[in-house]
């Protein structure tokens, strides 16, 4: 269990007829940002219930910092943003996290040190004083983050973390979640956000069902296989049958092309031979398969 912050084997959790999480397997390595995905009613949420002790599964088990979901030896060690969250209106700001501060049971000084300086992390440095029910959206997202961030957690739990934020403070997010990898804290993130988990995270595991449908590295989810699209002049369909060498033309018409390749090497190949096929080449981009695609793939998949 060393190595391992969080691990579920065969977790179940069944809510009279309905089953919200099924047979679910999967392991995150201590230091990791790992990526959790699926559509509304999944299962995600359940599962990060289940893992904080909120919520009892029904079979199986799971190991978060080598203990059982909701021991305290573990809670002490997590920092964990819900995506839905209600906090007290009529607390200020610094004494939200000061009262949060105490329940972790940190000493006095060390909050005194710590309160300010996670408020200016999160631009709210000169809100210490403003009540939490006069925040906006934007804020108290930004003071839920730093409540997550409050004791130096070693696991940080994140559903939906940029909910709310505006490009800036989406970016401060993934900027905060990268500090994080360094500081070699574990993150477990949900954000149907893709671009921003795939910018961010180095394994993802994608839930359909309740069950884990893919999970893996992005090189691993998206193979080597490449989209490379051609703006060129004189693209006639007997240079396009000739581009099929290479690999399969999804789509074309005089000016640009689309062609599905196993890998970059191709690339000089393909530029040389619409040079000599008489087509003046204005660019050729590779592109592999976003996280995106992959997902409404999966998605898709019966």
């Not at 080598?66 to 943003?81: D, K, S, T, V």
């Amino acid at each position: 269990m060393n190595g391992t912050a969080i691990e579920t084997i065969g977790l179940r959790k069944q809510f009279g007829a309905t089953i919200a999480v099924d047979s679910l397997s999967l392991s995150v390595g201590r230091g990791e940002v790992f990526g959790f995905l699926g559509p509304n009613g999944s299962g995600k949420t359940t599962t990060i219930k289940m893992l904080l002790g909120l919520v009892h599964p029904s079979a199986g088990r799971a190991h978060v910092l080598g203990h059982a979901p909701g021991e305290p030896a573990a809670m002490g060690r997590i920092g964990f943003l819900p995506e839905h969250f209600r906090f007290p209106p009529w607390l200020k700001a610094a004494e939200f996290l000061d009262h949060h501060g105490r329940l972790y049971g940190m000493p006095p000084e060390r909050r005194r040190r710590r309160i300010p300086e996670l408020l200016d992390r999160m631009g709210l440095g000169d809100r210490a004083g403003t009540k939490l029910g006069e925040f906006s959206k934007g804020m108290s997202q930004r003071i839920g983050l730093a409540q997550a961030l409050l004791n130096d957690p070693e696991l940080v739990i994140l559903d939906e973390p940029t909910s709310g934020l505006d490009p800036l403070g989406r970016r401060q997010v993934m900027e905060m979640i990268r500090e994080l990898r360094r500081g070699g804290v574990t993150v477990f993130l949900n954000s149907h956000l893709l671009g921003e988990v795939e910018s961010t995270c180095e394994r993802v595991g994608v839930i359909k069902n309740g069950r884990v449908a893919r999970i893996g590295t992005l090189d691993e989810l998206t193979g080597p296989r490449l989209e490379v699209e051609v703006h060129a002049s004189a693209l006639t369909p007997e240079l396009l049958r000739r581009l099929e060498r290479w690999g399969r033309v999804a789509r074309a018409d005089s000016e640009s092309a689309s062609l599905i390749v196993d890998d970059r090497e191709s690339l000089p190949a393909i530029s040389a031979a619409l040079i000599e096929g008489g087509a003046r080449l204005y660019s050729i981009h590779p592109r592999r398969m976003s996280l995106e695609e992959l997902f409404l793939r999966i998605m898709e998949e019966t």
